[in-house]
């Protein structure tokens, strides 16, 4: 249902874009050969004639043959999702690694100067354009120092920057989140009971309390996933890491009709799924925990 | 103490052990040649399924055209084909082909190959730029033997073996014939061959293509390199990156980043006439138009006037450009009287901002007035909206109110066609490609009908400039004797110059970065800004140090 | 930062948009080769990047304002619907909530500004795209926990109809929630044109913008770093102290909205 919601704006809105047709074309074009080439690609017809045989073609699994890459549109994008794929649980992981302590301390040292200092810490990830950032970091790290590869998918060393990169932009969101999260489990019933019953503090902290507060974090998860695959566009530009984010861009950029809706659809199917098995997942840890 | 033969032996000793040494490093091919570009295009390896830019840039490496480059000077050379001769009748050309060319499967290369390749680049399913224009012209195309071929033409077609040339255009690529109907188009796609000095052998789509030399003698030149590699780096600053810590050897660049790179102790290479940037003026024959201040040349010339085209070549451009001479022009262009039109440029083209002052008080606009323009660029040429804007800028300070309108470049095309409610009455940023023939240029500017700019004259409205002109481009398409082509070309590029309707601001290059430890230096074809033909004559850094 | 944006042409000490390319890129007063004429150096162009940075504070601001009133008040607006009237409408609209979110906003926002010509206008509305679903979704679930409450029962037993309650009542209510949203998103919108302009659809030349001048100077980070850096900084402090005026302001508002 949402899926056909998605796919309708798509078309329509990228039809409104222009004709790729105008960027194939040479210059010496006549107006037959334009309208040749149009009837080529399968763009002539009335609008919507042009979705109602989109939607059947869809139906039956097949989303369009990439203007631009001659292939099918469906093909272009599997061939480059795992490379998006490979990144994102290390920019989770490296959002949290970071976040999630920052969350911890800024909630133990509340309302003082840590608690602020934290907080502006985390938000400088937010702060920074993520191009500035990767721009920068190609800049200090590759070519001044010469520690890590400038960009492109390879080896261990060539994540390095650009998972630094998609992350920063997640720390302040886990921070704040574990932060609030562990301000409010701290005050909660059970905790009180731990403490009267006279265990130690750190145990109470970080058995009980963190455990707890991280039950939300989850929930980010979700959101995250769905931003780091739809937004790396930015991040894949600089790094030249060939993802599926660049793919919809250059879709755009060069009208390429048929990929850019397979993209957004899939990229759409792709997200829905992972926020169902977030739910899923949460539904799960969630009860369990509390019988603890 | 060593004897005075002694030391004799040892030279010649030494002598020749370097002879042979230097003797095996021309022999040798090693190590990776990485380029870093901006774009693949499709990053498709059949020929007839990619446009010109991305054959240019990739496809060239591992395909030869039937009609190939003047390495020196730029323009039209020899090729697959050595020579190629017209007809009495001018409806028929022969190409004879270089004898003892293969394809990377040892099939021999023959005159059935072309035929085939250029059938295949004209068949409907093609998706070839000139495949609709190539299926108006060609007639018939006849194997005579092994090598030679006769292309038969409807009309007369003095441009066509340019046409098939890689200055101009893709579609000479040479295919091979019974290895594509052996295996079948899917597989061809799969496992593409050709004739060039490169032999495919891998492609990871959107991040690059791996070819490996071949170890035969080529007529374009043998390779220094084992392999080729083409990565796509989109971004610019992380090209330059890439290129300044050797993880490539070259890479493309704009002329904005050219200082920063040689600042950073890069090589840069500027590949001149590779361009021109130029703006235009639409729809000024219109009678809705009749007394718009554009509609005027004299004006016109007064705006070509008030632009100092030194200080963009200085400042925007890095000094990395040129005066350039008239519309489309340039120092490769066939058929020209190149000296006469230089000089003419130096003084059409300067700068007088009072003459252009005066001008316009003469033509009544003391004061100026308004004119809407239209900025638009090539993605990733940033320089090209710096120029629009720096024009904008001086016609601001001779009294020219410009109403600046910045358009993507996806966007523009369509404000081109019918008519043009955007664009008329006002002018837009363009660009030209640097090729050696100007009718075909001019006809997609000029003519009347089609899907081009018709900045002279439409359908409708084509008054005597315009009509001169049409009568010109038919006579050339037909004319034969160079003498009398040279004398239409001239009057041609009088007219056009003449009405300041397309004017070019200046002449661009090719600009990359090289790290002068990965490779050799090397100097590119003039006039063509891709490094797909010149891969193969590059050196290694070892065999041919960038002169300090 | 409104102080500058607003006295602009009386800071400012050059016109942020003349050229004089003689000048260009030229240090700032603190490098070597720079001077005090040009505070912060210049650009490409030899522009003043100073005073450019002055103009582009009024810019950026307005398209976050702007863009921030539109999608916000959008979101606002929808919250508030779907949350009180509940059933079909609010189904409906969750969907389509769900739906914005599942599209890369980013490039929702390149295909607008493609459709529509480049411009200031295009921009705020393709930023605006991007916040309305975040604020609608925010706004929907406090006006859920409002319905409950004793004083929306009692202007419901006394006949006030359903539109007249969402303003008079509800609205007032979630303003609070929908200042903080709007403060924390400032951050937001301002990367947002920034990462724009870098993939070609901000505000076109010659015109000022934080997002633009970072775009534009990035290539020359190595020997121009000015260009980019120093809007960057800007960018960076000004994103900091919104977020921290935005906490604050939570926190004194409403505890509750902690989970923001």
Not at chain 2, 491 to 514: C, D, F, K, Q, S
Request: proline fraction near 6%; include cysteine.
């Amino acid at each position: 249902m949402l899926l056909c919601l998605v796919a309708t704006i798509v078309f329509f809105l990228g039809r409104l874009t222009g004709n790729p047709v105008d960027m194939i074309l040479p210059e010496d074009a006549t107006g037959e050969d334009r309208a040749a080439l149009i009837k080529t690609l399968g763009l002539d017809g009335p609008l919507h004639e042009q979705y109602l045989i989109f939607v059947g073609h869809a139906l039956q699994g097949d989303l369009g043959t990439s203007i631009r890459y001659r292939q099918p549109a469906v093909d272009a994008f599997f061939s480059r999702l795992p490379n998006t794929l490979a990144v994102i649980p290390w920019a989770l992981l490296l959002a949290m690694a970071v976040g999630i302590p920052l969350g911890v301390v800024a909630a133990l040292n509340r309302g003082n100067i840590i608690d602020r200092l934290v907080g502006t810490v985390a938000v400088l990830g937010v702060a920074t354009p993520s191009f500035l950032l990767g721009v920068l970091l190609i800049f200090v790290f590759s070519v001044e120092l010469g520690w890590l590869p400038s960009g492109r998918m390879g080896g261990p060393s060539h994540y390095v920057l650009p998972v630094i990169t998609l992350s920063a932009f997640l720390v302040a969101g886990f921070a704040r989140l574990v932060r609030s999260s562990m301000l409010e489990v701290m005050d909660s019933e059970f905790v009180k009971l731990a403490r009267i019953k006279g265990l130690s503090e750190t145990v109470v902290i970080w058995k009980h309390c963190l455990r707890n507060a991280l039950i939300p974090v989850l929930s980010l998860w979700g959101v995250f996933i769905g931003n780091l695959v739809t937004g790396a566009i930015v991040t894949e530009t600089v790094f030249a890491w060939p993802g599926v984010g660049r793919l919809t861009y250059e879709a755009v950029i060069f009208r390429d009709f048929p990929l850019l809706q397979a993209t957004i659809i899939l990229k759409a199917v792709l997200i829905l799924s992972i926020n169902l098995m977030v739910d899923i997942l949460y539904a799960y840890v969630d009860p369990r925990i509390r019988l603890t | 103490m060593i004897g005075g033969l002694q030391l004799r032996k040892w030279a010649l000793a030494s002598l020749l052990v370097a002879a042979s040494a230097a003797h095996a490093a021309a022999q040798t091919q090693t190590g990776t040649l990485i380029f870093a570009v901006e774009s693949l295009g499709g990053q498709t390896l059949d020929p007839i399924l990619e446009g010109r830019p991305g054959n240019a840039v990739y496809q060239a490496v591992m395909y030869d055209s039937l009609v190939g480059f003047d390495f020196a000077k730029g323009g039209v050379g020899p090729g697959v084909a050595e020579r190629w001769v017209l007809s009495a009748d001018g409806l028929t050309w022969t190409f004879h082909i270089r004898p003892g060319q293969i394809f990377h499967n040892n099939d021999p290369l023959t005159a059935h190959d072309v035929k085939f390749s250029l059938e295949r680049q004209m068949a409907p399913n093609s998706l070839a730029a000139a495949a609709a224009v190539m299926r108006r012209t060609i007639k018939s195309i006849d194997v005579v033997d092994d090598l030679t071929v006769r292309v038969n033409t409807s009309s007369p077609q003095i441009g066509l073996p340019a046409g098939l040339s890689r200055a101009v255009a893709p579609e000479g690529a040479v295919m091979p014939k019974n290895y594509l109907e052996k295996v079948g188009e899917d597989e061809f796609r799969r496992k593409p061959i050709g004739s060039g000095p490169w032999r495919f052998v891998r492609s990871v789509p959107g991040d690059r293509l791996e070819f490996e030399a071949v170890s035969h003698a080529h007529w374009r030149g043998r390779p220094n390199f084992k392999n080729l590699h083409l990565l796509l780096v989109p971004e610019e600053s992380t090209r330059v990156a890439m290129v300044r810590t050797g993880e490539a050897a070259i890479a493309s660049i704009g002329p904005e980043t050219m200082l920063s790179a040689s600042r950073s102790g890069l090589e840069v290479l500027a590949v001149p006439g590779t361009m021109q940037a130029i703006y235009q003026f639409y729809g000024t024959y219109r009678p809705e138009f009749k007394n718009s201040p554009v509609a005027n040349p004299r004006i016109r010339q007064a705006l070509s006037l008030a632009i100092d085209r030194q200080q963009i070549i200085d400042h925007i451009m890095n000094g990395r450009a040129k005066m350039p001479f008239p519309f489309a022009t340039f120092g490769y262009t066939e058929f020209l009287s190149h000296e006469r039109w230089d000089k003419w440029a130096r003084e059409a083209f300067r700068y007088d901002p009072v003459m252009a002052r005066k001008i316009l008080a003469e033509e009544g606009y003391p004061n100026g007035f308004e004119l809407n323009f239209a900025n638009t660029a090539l993605p990733g040429t940033q320089y090209m909206v710096d120029i629009g804007t720096a024009i904008a800028d001086m016609w601001t300070k001779v009294g020219v109110r410009v109403k600046l309108r910045h358009y993507e470049w996806g966007s523009f095309p369509p404000l081109v066609r019918g008519d043009q409610p955007a664009l008329a009455g006002g002018g837009s940023m363009f660009r030209t490609a640097g090729r050696p023939d100007i009718p075909w240029r001019y006809n997609s500017a000029l003519n009347t009908e089609g899907v081009g700019e018709r900045l002279l004259g439409d359908a409708s409205t084509c008054e005597a400039s315009c009509r001169e002109y049409l009568q010109i481009h038919t006579d050339l398409t037909a004319e034969r004797d160079p003498v009398k082509r040279t004398a239409l070309t001239d009057r041609m590029v009088e007219v056009v110059a003449n009405t300041w309707l397309v004017v070019p601001i200046i002449e661009g290059m090719g600009y990359y970065a090289i790290n002068s430890r990965r490779v050799g230096e090397f100097a590119a074809i003039p006039g063509r800004h891709e490094l797909g033909d010149v891969f193969e004559r590059m050196p290694r850094a070892d065999q041919k140090p960038w002169k300090k | 930062m409104v102080f500058m944006a607003v006295f602009a042409p009386l800071l400012a000490p050059h016109s942020p948009i003349d050229q004089t390319l003689r000048d260009k890129l030229l240090p700032p007063a603190w490098v070597d080769g720079g001077s005090m004429k040009y505070l912060l150096g210049t650009d490409g162009f030899g522009r003043d990047t100073l005073s450019r940075l002055i103009y582009g504070t009024r810019v950026s601001l307005i398209i976050a304002l702007l863009a921030l009133l539109a999608g916000g008040g959008v979101g606002l607006l929808i919250g508030i619907v779907a949350g009180y009237v509940g059933g079909a409408v609010d189904s409906v609209l969750m969907r389509v909530v769900d739906a914005a979110f599942t599209f890369p906003a980013i490039l929702f926002a390149l295909l607008l500004s493609i459709t529509m010509g480049q411009g200031l206008t295009t921009l705020v509305m393709a930023i605006s795209l991007l916040l309305w679903a975040s604020f609608a979704r925010i706004i929907r679930g406090e006006v859920l926990a409002l319905k409950q409450r004793d004083f929306v029962a009692l202007a419901r037993v006394r006949g006030c109809s359903a539109a007249r309650i969402m303003l008079t009542h509800i609205l007032p209510n979630v303003l609070n929630t929908f200042v903080v949203l709007v403060t924390l998103n400032i951050g937001v919108v301002v990367i947002a044109e920034a990462s724009l302009s870098f993939l070609g659809a901000g505000v076109p030349p010659p015109t000022p913008t934080w997002g633009g001048m970072i775009s534009e100077g990035r290539g020359r980070i190595a020997d121009a770093w000015w260009i980019s850096l120093i809007p960057g900084v800007a960018l960076m402090l000004l994103v900091l102290s919104v977020n921290l005026f935005g906490d604050w302001l939570r926190d004194r508002l409403d505890p509750r909205l902690r989970q923001l």
